[in-house]
C-alpha cells in the first residue's frame, strides 16, 4: 500500500532562517507531488506541484521553492523566511495520467511552521 | 480560472441529523472531477467523496452523499445520521479532466452537538 510521510511536523523558525520540508511517498511509482499551504481559517493555496524529477510548476510567487530530486521525493525550501510563511504546510501525491485514482490526493499529516 | 466557492463558513448539526453543506464552482470545461475532503482536529485531510462531471448519478459513500447539479454548477454534501466524528473542516476541491492541479474552497466548519 501506499503511504506518505512528511517532517518535521512541527518547527519554529527566527525570520530571515532557512527552511526545508521534506515529504516522501512510498510504494508508488511516477506520483505528481504537491505542496499545499494553509493559512489560519483559511482553504488550502497550492504552492507547487510536480509532475516528474526536476519538473517543478509555481502556482504563486513568494518566498519559498521546490525541488524533486528524486521520484518520490518533494522538498519545500526558503533561504530566508519571513512572517508571512507561517502557516500549515501539507505535501500530497495523485496518481499521474488518466489511471484509476487520478486526481485524488493523499495527503501527509502536515507541518506547522511559526515563523517568529 | 476555475473557482470553488464555499458560502457557509461555519454549520452545525445535531447527532443523529442530517446536514447539507453547499458548495458551488465556475468552470468553462464539461470535463471535471469534484471531491469533499475531511479535515478532521488532528488535520488530516481525507478524501470523503469523489464525483466525476459525466456521471448523471449522484456519488454516495455510506452516509455521505452529494447533490450534484451540473447545470447550476452546484455540488452540495449531505451528512446523514451526523455523529460526533463527523465534526471537521469541509473542503470542497474541482479539478479540470486532464490537468494535474485541485483547486479547494475555503472549507466549512461543522460542528457536531451530541
Known amino acids: 500500500s501506499q503511504t506518505i510521510h512528511q517532517w518535521p511536523a512541527t518547527l519554529v523558525q527566527p525570520v530571515g532562517s532557512p527552511l526545508s520540508l521534506e515529504c516522501t511517498v512510498e510504494g508508488t511509482s511516477n506520483p505528481n507531488l504537491y505542496w499545499y499551504r494553509q493559512a489560519a481559517g483559511r482553504g488550502l493555496q497550492l504552492l507547487f506541484y510536480?509532475?516528474?524529477?526536476?519538473?517543478i510548476s509555481s502556482e504563486v510567487p513568494q518566498n519559498l521553492s521546490a525541488s524533486r530530486p528524486q521520484d518520490r521525493q518533494f522538498i519545500l525550501s526558503s533561504k530566508k523566511l519571513l512572517l508571512s510563511d507561517s502557516g500549515f504546510y501539507l505535501c500530497?501525491?495523485?496518481?499521474?495520467?488518466?489511471?484509476?485514482?487520478?486526481?485524488?490526493?493523499?495527503f501527509g499529516a502536515g507541518s506547522r511552521l511559526t515563523v517568529l | 480560472a476555475q473557482t470553488v466557492t464555499q458560502s457557509q463558513p461555519e454549520m452545525s448539526v445535531q447527532e443523529a441529523e442530517t446536514v447539507t453543506l453547499s458548495c458551488t464552482y465556475d468552470?468553462?470545461?464539461?470535463?471535471?472531477?469534484l471531491f469533499w475532503y475531511k479535515q478532521p482536529p488532528s488535520r488530516q485531510m481525507i478524501l470523503v467523496i469523489r464525483?466525476?462531471?459525466?456521471?448523471?448519478q449522484n456519488a454516495t459513500e455510506n452516509r455521505f452523499s452529494v447533490n450534484f447539479q451540473k447545470a447550476a454548477k452546484s455540488f452540495s454534501l449531505k451528512i446523514s445520521d451526523s455523529q460526533l466524528g463527523d465534526a471537521a473542516m469541509y473542503f470542497c476541491?474541482?479539478?479540470?479532466?486532464?490537468?494535474?492541479?485541485?483547486?479547494f474552497g475555503k472549507g466549512t466548519k461543522l460542528t457536531v452537538n451530541p
Open positions: 476541491a474541482f479539478t479540470q479532466g486532464g490537468s494535474e492541479k485541485l483547486v
Open positions: 510536480s509532475v516528474g524529477i526536476g519538473q
Open positions: 464525483q466525476e462531471a459525466y456521471k448523471q
Open positions: 500530497a501525491w495523485s496518481v499521474r495520467g488518466f489511471l484509476a485514482g487520478a486526481n485524488v490526493l493523499t
Open positions: 468552470t468553462s470545461e464539461s470535463d471535471y472531477y
